[in-house]
């Protein structure tokens, strides 16, 4: 099942339960077959976006060293900016440690951890054989 991945190097950038994040940083490092299939948030796509988890990380080395694991409840494209609100999937958030042991897992490159951006991820290996479940509780196989 696909997933949000949602990096920011502000430290404040999930407060409110909501988040911006610049039209050119989303659906970076997303798969082309995902980036194609949800072309810049295409209002014909939304529903389905909404349905996937989402995790939300900050940059490695703000003061947050946790994960949180949420469900998107609106996104809204404006002409260069994109806003999400969301509502927590879990209270025990992820340690920021846990969630770079899971690198592999979850798709995600090194530098990521260093990129502000926006991208859908996809926790399936080949065959469609699921590597990592992201909801609540967390589980990788």
Not at 23 to 36: F, H
Request: net charge negative.
């Amino acid at each position: 099942m696909p997933y949000h991945l949602v990096v920011s190097s502000d430290s404040n950038a999930f407060a409110g339960n909501q988040f911006e994040m610049p039209v050119a940083r989303c659906l970076e490092s997303t798969d082309p077959s995902l980036r194609d299939y949800f072309f810049r948030f295409g209002e014909s796509r939304i529903d389905e976006l909404l349905a996937f988890p989402a995790l939300l990380a900050h940059e490695r080395g703000p003061d947050d060293p946790q994960v949180q694991l949420v469900r998107l409840t609106e996104i809204i494209k404006r002409r260069d900016r994109v806003r999400a609100r969301f509502e927590p999937l879990s209270i025990q958030p992820l340690p920021f440690d846990k969630y770079c042991e899971l690198a592999f897992e979850l798709d995600i490159e090194d530098f990521e951890y260093h990129r502000t951006h926006w991208a859908i991820k996809s926790a399936e290996g080949k065959g469609g054989r699921n590597r990592c479940s992201v909801q609540e509780p967390l589980f990788c196989s």
